[in-house]
């Protein structure tokens, strides 16, 4: 298994993800023998080995079932063992496509990190490219460099390195850079060792990611400085957009409706008055039910009926579709054409993508 190539079945010694819930996927390497346990069951490695990549396996015990994903990145970064703050995909793809990275780039990365960034990067490059990762904090490098070899990634050198004061040459290597990605404190201090290593004959490009804008504006004069051009910062502000359509209501439609609710206040009213008068059983007991059910037109009253139904656009089928216009009871399908529709889009108040600035700029030699 690697995060290079996909393969269908899956060994002993293989890196499965399995994906308990969307919020709960677990990486771990299959061992016969083993099991992996969760709230939903247990799950013997042996029911994996032999298996193919993307099925789904019921427990030994328990009623719980999981499947067992293909590692990708993605996936990686979603489930990762956290070291440090990490990259997310909603940043890493973008930023992956303004470096025009490719297959067969040779990318420089400082910090290495949790490795969320790299796998990315080692995934894009593929075979024939190089990813030159550093990282300065000794158990750090040693962690990443172990998941590197387990992942099979050996198109990743690792180097353990403060580039701010010892730069980014490797020995015995020409890095020859040709995009750079820098997610440090200090980036302003490792963008004047970037000339050593980057390309001279081709298009470099470098994006810095940094959480605070007094960073950026350091980062955008040791660029300015060093002739780097086209900068431009960027934050990636992604929400989710909701796109529906809504029935058209009219005002009468709504006039009706308080009217409704009003007459059937009133006859609930009165029906409880006239129980409590004819029936001792009824003298004690709280009957607010039968006066909410009186009032709860959705459950009682057949579609379409009676004066506060909402119009379809013609009479047709009405009643045979069960429809209540208020919202409760038999529901109609969005977009019925019997209906008026409105498209109506929203989005969420919050942006929960904000992670840092990026911060991008160009050498054209
Ligand atoms: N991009 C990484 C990822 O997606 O997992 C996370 C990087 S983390 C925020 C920053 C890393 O940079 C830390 O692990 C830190 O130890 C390392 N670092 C900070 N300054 C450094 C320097 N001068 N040289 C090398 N590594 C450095």
């Not at 690697?2 to 990486?27: G, H, T």
């Not at 030994?60 to 590692?71: E, S």
Request: proline share 4%; glycine share 6%; charged share 30%.
């Amino acid at each position: 298994m690697s995060f290079l190539y996909y393969k269908d079945v899956i060994e002993e010694e293989d890196l499965v993800m399995a994906f308990i819930s969307r919020n709960d996927i677990k990486p771990m390497i299959v061992k016969s023998g083993e099991t992996l346990n969760t709230r939903y069951g247990v799950f013997p490695h042996d029911l994996m080995i032999g298996a193919r990549y993307g099925e789904q396996i019921a427990s030994a015990k328990g009623y719980g079932f999981i499947h067992l994903l293909q590692p990708t990145p993605e996936l990686w970064t979603l489930s990762l063992p956290h070291r440090t703050q990490i990259v997310y995909t909603f940043d890493s793809s973008y930023v992956v496509q303004r470096l025009r990275v490719l297959p067969g780039s040779r990318v420089i990365e400082a910090g290495t990190g949790s490795g969320s960034f790299s796998h990315a990067f080692a995934r894009t490059i593929h075979s024939n490219g190089r990813l030159f990762s550093y990282e300065f904090h000794k158990p750090r490098y040693e962690e990443a460099k172990g998941e590197f070899e387990c992942h099979k990634l050996p198109n990743i050198t690792l180097t353990h390195r403060d580039v701010c004061t010892d730069g980014f040459k490797v020995d015995g290597v020409n890095v020859d850079g040709d995009a750079v990605f820098l997610d440090l404190p200090a980036p302003w201090e490792a963008i004047e060792h970037l000339d050593e290593v980057v390309a001279k004959d081709r298009r470099v490009s470098i994006c810095c990611f940094s959480p605070c804008i007094e960073q950026v504006v350091k980062t955008i004069e040791a660029l300015t400085a060093k002739n780097w051009n086209g900068i431009e910062m960027v934050e990636v502000s992604g929400r989710k957009w909701e796109a529906h359509r809504e029935m058209v209501r009219d005002v009468d439609e709504a006039v009706a409706r308080l009217k409704d609710i009003k007459k059937r206040a009133v006859a609930g009213l009165e029906r409880k008055r006239k129980l409590n008068q004819t029936s001792d059983e009824f003298e004690n007991e709280d009957i607010d039910i039968q006066t909410t059910e009186e009032n709860d037109i959705s459950h009682k009253e057949p579609a379409g009926k009676g004066e506060t139904d909402l119009k379809p656009k013609s009479d047709q089928n009405t009643k045979d579709r069960g429809y209540n216009p208020f919202g409760k009871g038999m529901r109609i399908r969005e977009g019925d054409p019997a209906y008026n529709w409105i498209n109506v889009t929203r989005s969420e108040p919050e942006v929960k993508s904000h992670t840092s600035y990026l911060t991008f700029a160009y050498r054209n030699q």
